[in-house]
């Protein structure tokens, strides 16, 4: 069987998503979760693009041992330099370089000639080659490029060196036979191509990206582009577990062999979640909550008496298993860090002993703790930004006959600060008052509630995003009173914003 090649680019493209920004911290989790699930190459960062980036890509190359460390650069000397600078202690090396070759893009982005193009693509491969021996090279945009130029390119950087050659459908345009007879027609054209690998990189504007990389794996790709739970630019990327499950299930159709440990998979979707709090929907494919569940009569009568009835997978497979525990107030230590661990999140004694402090102090107000209530807990005290403010108190007096009134204290540099507003409701009371200490009004883009389980002590979890400079801040914050929850994700989404702005950005806009 042919060997597909799984690239994870979760921690570059699925970044990029809205309101998905990671620190360094979260990326090296992510990282090492990545490496235990067995994907073949993790794309770190645009190495680049900010200071943060590279030393997130710093940091994941001297922690990750199995698999190889790519960073993303541009056609241009200097990205491929900082590119190789930010892998050089990885023990396997990949620099990812690229340049647009549709005619749009071209004209309108590059304003350039395919000559010149050619030219940088070549230059690039040549001294991305000069630090590593492991080189990819991606034509933008191939899905709407001229396919006669593009031919002409891939063979121009095969002969100066690339290992692998990308061809991104960029904008998720196009459908999955055309995209599977782009990768056909490549295979057959360009010259030296079976000494490289062929990867897919999909987006899912049209809701077409793993059905377009899996036609591309069927005419000849071996290597395939994706993201934990499909998050990424737009409407997203090729969803990881969706290929390796297709892969795992239809061997009758897609007779190919893939490295990923499919019992990983369901840990590793539930801490990019909770890290990045993009919420995967009820209905997702593989690790939605609904993804084994039956609620029609006709189905359960079905499953219960033969699960291959309604049930194309097990369950077990990636990972989904029932929980046995039962973590309340007098659940000690070793439960809560085994439940931990199960759920795929490997905590440092000084965080481990943060999350139990706050795991108590929640079980002291309800009476079974379930694994959403431990992930919120994660997300609000263990994976965050340095707190720039805290907030320590909040008080609202409101009714229907009259104007809410919230004080709320910060501290800031050990120092409490304090104020008190009006608003036109209790939450904007709050808003007011925690921007009157900032010194600043934030633009509030979303707010949302929710409740991650059933009865009357149930956390609340609300998430907020502030919109700057083109860019969205996500914040989430949870108690069993949500005005409580309601500032703490307000403040944690203002701490990511001057995060943000304190970070030296090599270039403003990429």
Same mark, same amino acid.
């Given at each position: 069987m042919k060997r597909i090649k799984i690239f994870d680019t979760t921690l570059r493209d699925g970044e990029q998503s809205p309101g998905c920004s990671m620190t360094l911290r979260e990326k090296i989790e992510i990282a090492q979760q990545l490496e235990r699930l067995g994907v073949d190459v993790i794309e770190a960062g645009f190495a680049i693009s900010s200071q943060g980036d590279y030393e997130s890509i710093e940091a994941i190359s001297k922690k990750i041992k199995k698999s190889c460390i790519c960073s993303l650069a541009r056609a241009i000397p200097k990205d491929i330099e900082v590119a190789y600078n930010s892998i050089k202690l990885a023990k396997h090396q990949r620099i990812h370089t690229f340049i647009a070759t549709s005619p749009i893009h071209m004209e309108h982005k590059l304003k350039m /000639?395919?000559?010149?193009? !050619?030219?940088?693509?070549?230059? $690039? *491969?040549?001294? @991305?080659?000069?630090? #590593?021996?492991? &080189?990819?090279?991606?034509?933008?945009?191939?899905?709407? /490029?001229?396919?006669?130029? !593009?031919?002409?390119?891939?063979? $121009? *950087?095969?002969? @100066?060196?690339?290992? #692998?050659?990308? &061809?991104?459908?960029?904008?998720?345009?196009?459908?999955?036979?055309?995209?599977?007879? !782009?990768?056909?027609?490549?295979?057959?054209?360009?010259?030296?191509?079976?000494? #490289?690998?062929?990867?897919?990189?999909?987006?899912?504007?049209?809701?077409?990206?793993?059905?377009?990389? !899996?036609?591309?794996?069927?005419?000849?790709?071996?290597?395939?582009?994706?993201?934990?739970?499909?998050?990424?630019?737009?409407?997203?990327?090729?969803?990881?577990?969706?290929?390796?499950?297709?892969?795992?299930?239809?061997?009758?159709?897609?007779?190919f062999s893939h490295g990923i440990n499919t019992n990983e998979i369901f840990k590793t979707s539930r801490l990019v979640s909770t890290i990045t709090g993009s919420v995967v929907q009820p209905n997702k494919a593989i690790v939605g909550s609904n993804a084994f569940s039956h609620e029609a009569g006709i189905h359960q009568d079905g499953v219960l008496k033969f699960k291959e009835t309604y049930e194309i997978m097990n369950a077990e497979s990636i990972g989904l298993k029932a929980n046995t525990l039962v973590l309340g107030k007098h659940s000690?230590?070793?439960?809560?860090?085994?439940?931990?661990?199960?759920?795929?999140?490997?905590?440092?004694?000084?965080?481990?002993?943060?999350?139990?402090?706050?795991?108590?102090?929640?079980?002291?107000?309800?009476?079974?703790?379930?694994?959403?209530?431990?992930?919120?807990?994660?997300?609000?005290?263990?994976?965050?930004?340095?707190?720039?403010?805290?907030?320590?108190?909040?008080?609202?007096?409101?009714?229907?006959?009259?104007?809410?009134?919230?004080?709320?204290?910060l501290i800031r540099d050990e120092k409490v600060l304090e104020a008190s507003m009006l608003g036109s409701g209790p939450v904007d009371a709050i808003y007011k008052a925690i921007d009157s200490l900032v010194g600043e009004t934030f633009n509030l883009r979303d707010f949302a509630i929710q409740s991650v389980s059933g009865g009357t002590d149930a956390l609340g979890v609300v998430s907020v995003q502030l919109f700057e400079n083109q860019r969205i801040f996500s914040g989430r914050g949870s108690s069993t009173d949500v005005l409580v929850s309601a500032a703490k994700a307000y403040v944690m989404a203002i701490n990511h914003v001057l995060h943000a702005r304190g970070q030296k950005k090599i270039y403003a806009h990429l």
């Open positions: /000639s395919e000559q010149q193009v !050619l030219d940088m693509a070549v230059s $690039a *491969v040549t001294l @991305a080659k000069g630090f #590593v021996e492991d &080189v990819e090279f991606s034509c933008e945009d191939a899905g709407r /490029s001229d396919f006669a130029f !593009l031919v002409k390119v891939y063979e $121009a *950087v095969i002969e @100066a060196g690339a290992t #692998v050659i990308n &061809v991104p459908d960029t904008v998720g345009y196009q459908s999955p036979d055309e995209y599977g007879e !782009l990768i056909a027609n490549l295979n057959k054209q360009v010259k030296g191509i079976d000494a #490289v690998d062929i990867s897919v990189h999909c987006h899912n504007d049209l809701g077409f990206a793993t059905a377009n990389s !899996l036609f591309g794996v069927l005419n000849g790709a071996t290597q395939v582009e994706c993201t934990i739970n499909g998050i990424g630019e737009r409407a997203g990327n090729t969803a990881l577990e969706e290929i390796v499950m297709a892969l795992t299930t239809r061997k009758d159709r897609l007779p000690g230590r070793h439960a809560f860090k085994e439940r931990l661990t199960f759920l795929g999140h490997h905590l440092e004694k000084n965080d481990l002993d943060k999350a139990f402090e706050r795991f108590k102090q929640l079980a002291d107000k309800k009476k079974q703790i379930l694994d959403a209530d431990l992930e919120v807990i994660l997300a609000d005290d263990i994976y965050q930004v340095p707190d720039l403010y805290t907030l320590k108190y909040v008080q609202v007096s409101a009714g229907n006959l009259t104007r809410p009134v919230a004080v709320v204290q």
